[in-house]
């Protein structure tokens, strides 16, 4: 398999001309069921098999759990600097280099396996709650120099739930 599609299996995330409030709801309902499939997914696997990885250079399978965990908390905090202050600048962290710490290479994958369950509960009852106008609320993220609204936010955090799963059943080929 080439490359560029064992790096985004499922393709990079495309933002549709336009969000519908259907397809909100899907993104929602996703990012909700996230760490049960997810949990689902690696519950079975050895040691051994969470060292695999789903390119050569990739990351690791526990790896990949203890990046949606780091990234996702990052999320929930960014929609809620969004729904509290007037186009707020976000933080960047260096996800390459903090998939190479200590505690994303050799830590046990149970704690972040709580932490998603725990902040996809938390996200997903503040994305149930939101207004269609809170979803136009927009953060800037200076390493793209641009900003988004939530309501796009909301999607991309959706294919990165889908596109780390596929890095998994890659690895797990």
């Known amino acids: 398999m080439e490359l560029e599609k064992r790096k985004h299996p499922i393709g990079v995330f495309e933002k549709p001309s ?3 409030a259907q397809q909100l709801k899907e993104w929602i309902k996703d990012i909700a069921q996230f760490p049960y499939i997810l949990k689902a997914t690696v519950a079975p696997l050895t040691a051994e ?3 695999l990885t789903y390119r050569e250079g990739g990351w690791t399978i526990q790896q990949i759990i203890h990046h949606c965990a780091d990234s996702h908390m990052n999320a929930i905090i960014r929609f809620k600097l969004s729904l509290t202050e007037d186009q707020p600048v976000i933080k960047p962290y260096p ?3 903090c998939a190479e710490l200590p505690d994303s290479k050799n830590f046990p994958i149970a704690a972040s396996l709580s932490i998603l369950e725990g902040v996809h509960s938390r996200w997903h009852a503040l994305l149930q709650e939101m207004k269609a106008l809170d979803f136009n609320r927009t953060y800037i993220h200076p390493e793209y120099g641009k900003s988004f609204r939530l309501d796009e ?14 890095h998994i059943q890659l690895a797990l080929k």
Do not use: D, F, R
Not at 153 to 166: D, E, I, R, V
């Open 49 to 51: 098999q969470l060292q």
């Open 18 to 20: 336009v969000i519908t």
């Open 153 to 166: 936010a909301t999607g991309n955090y959706s294919w990165h739930c889908k596109h780390h799963l596929a």
């Open 95 to 97: 996800e390459s280099l």
